[in-house]
């Protein structure tokens, strides 16, 4: 009996020791799981994607992209007009046209060449009402993207005049950036692994590009080796966004019922978006670890002569409080004027 006993003690001894050592193993293993969500969280490519939502990047993304699309055709339009006229040769013209076009989702290119030798034979007078058509729009263009590095960086914008002249400065440098590309791609196709190289070229001039943009675009900016890592990180989103792009033309194209141009509509949409926020995603980057830029931007406007942007509630506020107040009140008819109903 007394043997019996022991036995039994021990035996839920034992049970009681390996509930206590599970018991023991699910904690640790709980704990294991919350440090590394907690590393997860903590880590620098979640605190970045964090930065960005709480920037409201993404809705800057939307203003970047709509106008990117209005100006798109403008902007091709114009540059080989610029080409056209100062090349004179259809070949290095086509080839020009062919990089341009290039740029854009596979599955949108021959609509786009389409829709663009359309209006090119249509030309005669266009030519120049395409170049003015590229200063108007691609201000437009930059303006938009200042106002969302001013807003992402924490700055003020420039006045009108030079921002207008930035812009067209900007085009100047998109031509002559376009132009040493097709040029690198010519003499790319002339030696061994010529697809090898035109994608390290592409790449190259798409990071170059993202450097020239945050250096010169907003107010104030940083310097050169400062917004490498941000247009790095864009560069290489971007030409996964390029890859995997089709996927996302395959899914989209199953829900198609509205024909080729709405199609094409919507899949530029989309891409102009996601192109508009992983640009952004590099300011934010740039800001996130170089904290508020003080260097001075192309063609910078003094501190005085510097707008700063303004909560939308704040302007309408003070747009409200500049009327007269005999004019902010209703005013009555006097009471021999009112009608007896």
Known sequence: MG????????????????RRHGTDRSTARRQRIRRLIRKVLDSLPV??????????????ASGLAFNGLLAMFPLMLGILAIIGLSVRDPASEAKFQELIIATFPVSAQAELLRALHGVKDSAGLLGVVSIGGL???????????????????GISQRDTVRQKLMGFVMMIVLIVAVGVTVGANVLAGLLPGAWLLSFVIGATAMVALLVLLYRLVPNRTYALRQVLPGALLA??????????????????GGFN????????????AAWFYLLSNLI??????????????????????????????????????????????????????????????
């Open 135 to 153: 200063i108007w729009t691609g201000s437009g263009v930059f303006a938009t993207m200042e106002f969302a590095f001013a807003q992402i960086f």
């Open 47 to 60: 605190r970045v994607v964090q930065a960005f939502g709480a920037s409201q990047a993404a809705n800057y």
């Open 257 to 268: 019922t509205y024909g080729a141009q709405f199609a094409l509509f919507f899949l530029l």
């Open 280 to 341: 952004l995603l590099g300011a934010v980057y740039n800001k996130f670890r170089a904290g508020k830029p003080a260097r001075l931007g192309l063609l910078a406007s003094p501190t005085k002569e510097s707008r700063e942007v303004e909560p939308a509630n704040e302007v309408i506020e003070q747009k409200k409080a500049e009327m007269p107040a005999e004019s902010a009140r209703r005013r009555e008819p006097p009471l021999g004027r009112r009608e007896v109903r």
């Open 3 to 18: 043997v019996d006993s022991a036995q039994g003690g021990t035996g839920r001894r034992d049970h009681n020791g390996r």
């Open 235 to 252: 560069g290489v989103l971007i030409e996964v966004l390029s890859l995997a792009f089709p996927l996302y033309e395959h899914i989209a």
